[in-house]
């Protein structure tokens, strides 16, 4: 009994399956994918300088602030300084006066710096000697010192520095959030490239878009970094 051959026809010579043509809705869809793939990219990348940016800033007022606060420290210690140089030259005159030590209370007298002459000499005005109510001269207004106010702008300038440093922080963490939205952006969009039924991909895209104008429109309020 002969067995039957069954003939099969090469791989090279069979008629390859027809592709399915390809519609106009899916180029668009794909073109529009391809856009919100691109403007991601570049709104991506601009939020990560610009956060870097504002962290940079963040970092620099942090400093400054320190500095500041560090400057403000040593023009009090040095007006505590000059207060109690001050006091003892003013309590050495007060004595010398008492003891009826014209050549001492002359010496002390020169001793006074020349921001203490002002208080002193109000004081004097005020007659001291006969109304004992009235308070000692370094108590008076006209007791200014140079270092206090000094001491008091830097601290002022410390404050300023260190509320610039925590709004470059906001702004560095708004950027990074921004992000977010670009991130889902990429993850729907990525998908809706392995999709085959169009309306869930026409879903999926929208969502993409939709994140998108949102993360644009975040970013478009948030400020440039210096």
Request: no cysteine; glycine share 6%.
């Amino acid at each position: 009994m002969s067995g039957h051959v069954h003939a099969h026809p090469p791989h090279e010579l069979t008629e390859p399956e027809e592709e399915k043509p390809v519609g106009r809705r899916e180029r668009m869809l794909e073109l529009i994918t391809v856009l919100l793939l691109s403007l991601t990219t570049l709104l991506t990348a601009w939020s990560g300088y610009q956060a870097a940016k504002w962290g940079g800033e963040q970092s620099a007022k942090f400093s400054d602030s320190d500095f500041l606060r560090g400057e403000a420290q040593r023009q009090l210690t040095k007006a505590g300084q000059q207060r109690i140089d001050d006091l003892l030259q003013f309590d050495g005159w007060l004595t010398a006066r008492e003891n009826a030590d014209p050549e001492y209370e002359k010496l002390y007298r020169e001793r006074f710096r020349d921001e203490f002459l002002p208080a002193f000499r109000a004081w004097l005005a005020l007659k001291p000697f006969e109304n004992r109510t009235v308070p000692g001269p370094l108590e008076l207004p006209e007791y200014r010192l140079a270092a206090t106010e000094r001491a008091a702008e830097f601290d002022r300038r410390a404050k300023e520095a260190n509320n610039e440093a925590l709004a470059a922080k906001q702004h560095d963490d708004d950027y990074i959030l921004s992000t977010v939205f670009f991130a889902a952006v990429l993850f729907f969009a990525g998908i809706s490239l392995r999709l085959d039924w169009a309306p869930l991909r026409i879903v999926v895209v929208a969502l993409a878009t939709v994140a998108l104008v949102g993360g644009a429109v975040f970013v478009a309020t948030l400020p440039i970094a210096p």
